[in-house]
């Protein structure tokens, strides 16, 4: 019995040896952390935006990283989408590596509790896809590179009111705080734009089968159905949808932009008109990104990978400014530096940042005809009415 | 890396506290319970939302997590006991579900699947206690455990400790020497269920925010293998073995490894460990304490 | 509601039911010889559909839809199968076999432990990512009276039937299915008996992944396949097993039929919030627990001192 105890014991020390041999150097490399699911049911979008950041920081480093000399270093943490895992994943970035800066958390939840600790800590956070309306909220510490809530669901209820013409629209989302903070969003400048959402049904995360709520959705009889949610859920919702025989267009959400929804639902994408990121005018820089990330990974991007290779290059270049002004990392002077980013050229659009650290972007709306999305324009709110932009 | 050390031994510290309400139930009623998890989540929210509505202390949520788990744990308890081995287990894993389903869905009182967050720190006597410096959070969270473990220790050597025993070794011969199995039962699980509460608020007060995500079928089961790794019927062993499974789930980012070992590794290793566990040390690190009946002063 | 529309969900929770009766079976099965839930029989399912997935994409290459896809989805079947009824018998001879004589817990965990291997494990060799199984024939719905089913779900209600009717079959009128419920009965007597009870015990782990792996590609072509697909259908599928009477081959069809139709009913007729269908399903397996412990086709057993 003391004997088992002692192994354990031992296996323990030799696992904790590097670790205390490589905390005992101090390396030359700053180092800037990730932090998403990379385990558990969501694990496909943490792991999707983590591609980005490593591609981000290769490519920065492979062109002669931070003054054309110091190569920056990428630590991923997984949060397991839950909030207990993704503050041990900033206690141990913040502690042992030291990070500069972070790109993350992925998603909602477990923002607000790393955010709380980012703030609290000094360290810059840039979110690539956590859209609560709130998350910017917790202090000035705390950026991201998605547009929140607010802005897609004010865009998209207008749009489908005053532009599509709905009077009446239904809704089925995933109980996770994407998904419904996008349908209260929606609903709420629907409605305030005069129409009515006559259902909303809700599925739990996991579930695969949606018929009973079509069939629901199908008898309430909306003139079109709005689905928020992540890609392979649209795909079921879809594709579900075309086998009870429903003939209703379908609107969604900056989840349908990554390209794997056409291999998983195939064709019947055909006619669901989305909002998603902006299109930047003839983009080289996104369509190099697309092959880069594609080619080195095997899948394409979505959306919000897109923003974590902006968010990191972001972090990446106020580093770079940091360190030619000072010849150190400090925390503050990277956060101010991020603060201070104008019009960015990154490969979702033109980027600034907002006072309180949201994105300040247009929204593009798109068409899906069979399988390829179709820009319609771009577009914000501007006071309750919605202005094209181009 | 001491700081992260430091962050171990507060989620042991949590954990340790449900694992001792798991070995009362398991260990010592030898009722195989999977609904830690439900109890835990219903402290936490209950912290969380007296805490935020309601502008409560969190000294003051803390009896009410208590009790409410309590009361939950008797609701549950009442009739599930009467179920077998097995059955038991469906069951109570079925509760925790129900738990995490409702409250994912109960969006006016829970916010749902946005969870509460700002929930505000502890204080005592003025002085906050700072979960981000960690030490006094630790050290209110050790005293905690103490607490629990010399109360538990306790009532191990009491009457009703004695009583469990006799009911998880032969339960009809126990019935037979005229012991009440069906109210030591419940009294087994309310006292697990209000501990896993209390570690819930803990929790909450810890990462400031909830949201259904945390409260999964998961932590049941890790919290019953800590109670079997440490080895059961033993509270020693239950602190142990939570401080063993805790430091395997972050021994990757403990060791700052987490570049070379793929982030399902340490899944992939506590499945390893379950499995080799049962087969070479059924009985856990520690074994079953053998309590001295001889010695005076305990009834 | 409309009639129609009355229909449609009873068609939605029929079909759904049969996914859980198709998992269920398998879960009983094991769950009837050796009194032992099976907590990885979700994860040898998973590992049946990617298994399945791979041939046929290998078998199928670009052929158009056609007797060959229809041929190469069972050459595909046939080999997850032989291979996860394999990879069965291996989990039983390493992880359950050393513990046949411990206390009721330890296969249990042991069991819980296998399943994080599995799941995990897919998830570091495949990714995380949803992979379409494409339907090997042509889905086209079929509309009977405003009432639309599509040619999977037939197939889903069929093979679950016919998976039912030959395992009670084979348990009720083989030689090796007589050894089974002599196990199932009593081991150490079947074993003086002349059972070869370690031989009972792999062919039931064989033929129960061998199941798991039917049902697995069955439900990918509808449901995707992925890492973690296991978990949560498998859960709602031991419900199923349980309310039926768990042990019990009809019990697991009936309870699986029984929880679709009450998770669609609940939330399309009695007005229960759709996030709450979790909740309908345990629920139910609670109450069902309370008024008959043995489930509703089950035997109930005498306790013996």
Known sequence: MKKSLFVLLAVLVVFAFPAVAQGGKESASPKIGFIGPMTGDNANYGVLSNNSAMLAVEQFNARGGIDG??????????????????????????????????????????????????????????????????????????????????LQGEVAGTYFANVLGYKTIGVLYAKNDYSQGLYEGMSASFVANGGTITIAESFNVG??????????????????????????EMAQILEQASQLGMRIPFLSCDGFSN????????????????????????SPSFAKFVADYTSKYGVGPDSFATNAFDGTNILLAAMDKVYKATGKFDRKAVRDEVAATKDYAGVSGTINFAENGDLIAYQGLYKVNKITPEYLGTFTVVDGQLVQID | MFNFFLLILIYTGIYALMALGQNVITGYGGMLSLTQAGFFAIGSYATAILATRLGWSFWATLPVAAILSAFFGLLIGLPTLRLKGDYLAIATLGFGEIVRNVLNNWDSLTNGPMGIQ?????????????????????????????????????????????????????????????????KYKVYAFILGASVAGVAGSFQAAFTLSV????????????????????????FKASILGAFIIQLISYLPQLTGLTAIIPPQFKQILFGLILVIMMIWRPQGLLGRERIKYSKGGTR | MGIAEFFQHLMNGLTLGGIYALIALGYTMVYGILKFINFAHGDVLMAGAFIGLFVFDWLRGSAPLGAWTIIAFFLAMVVSMAVSALLGMFIERVAYKPLRTATRLAPLLSAIGVSFILSNGAAWAFGTRSRKFNYPFDNTPITIAQVVITPHQILILAVSLVMMIALKLFVDRTRMGKAMRATSLDQPTAMLMGVNVNKVISMTFAIGSALAAVGGIL???????????????????????????????????????????????????????TGLKDTIAFGVLILILLIRPEGLLGKVEKEKV
């Open chain 1, 259 to 282: 390209p794997d929804i056409y291999n998983l639902a195939g064709d019947f994408t055909d006619g669901v008109i989305y909002v998603g990121p902006a299109k930047v005018k003839e």
């Open chain 2, 118 to 182: 700002k929930i505000p720190m502890i204080t005592v006597f003025g002085f906050v206690v700072n979960p981000y410096t960690k030490y006094a959070f630790l050290a209110m969270l050790f005293i905690a455990v103490f607490i629990a473990y010399l109360l538990f220790q306790r009532l191990a050597r009491s009457r009703m400790g004695r009583a469990l025993t006799a009911v998880r070794e032969d339960e009809i011969a126990a019935q037979s020497m005229g012991i009440n199995i069906t």
């Open chain 1, 69 to 150: 000399k110091i190569p920056v270093v990428l630590v991923t943490e997984d949060s397991e989408g839950v909030a207990e895992k993704g503050l041990s994943a900033i206690e141990k970035l913040s502690s042992s590596d030291k990070i500069v800066g972070l790109v993350g958390p992925v998603f909602t939840g477990v923002s607000f509790a790393v955010g709380e600790r980012v703030q609290n800590e000094g360290i810059v956070m840039l979110s690539p896809s956590a859209t609560h309306a709130d998350i910017t909220n917790i202090g000035d510490y705390v950026f991201r590179t998605v547009v929140s809530d607010g």
């Open chain 2, 211 to 234: 949201s259904p995500g945390t409260y999964t079928f998961m932590v049941s089961v890790m919290v019953l293998c800590m109670v079997v790794l440490g080895g059961m019927g033993n």
């Open chain 3, 219 to 273: 439900i990918a072509l509808d449901f995707k396949v992925y890492a973690s697909m296991g978990t949560m259908t498998g859960l709602k599928a031991f419900v199923a097993a349980v309310v039926g009477g768990i042990g019990n081959i009809s019990g697991a069809m009936f309870g699986g039929i029984l929880l679709g139709v009450l998770e669609t009913f609940g939330v399309a007729i009695f007005g229960i919030p």
């Open chain 1, 207 to 232: 579930d695969k089968d949606f018929k009973t709520q079509l069939t629901k959705i199908r008898s309430a009889n909306p003139q079109a159905i709005y689905i928020p949610n992540y890609t392979a």
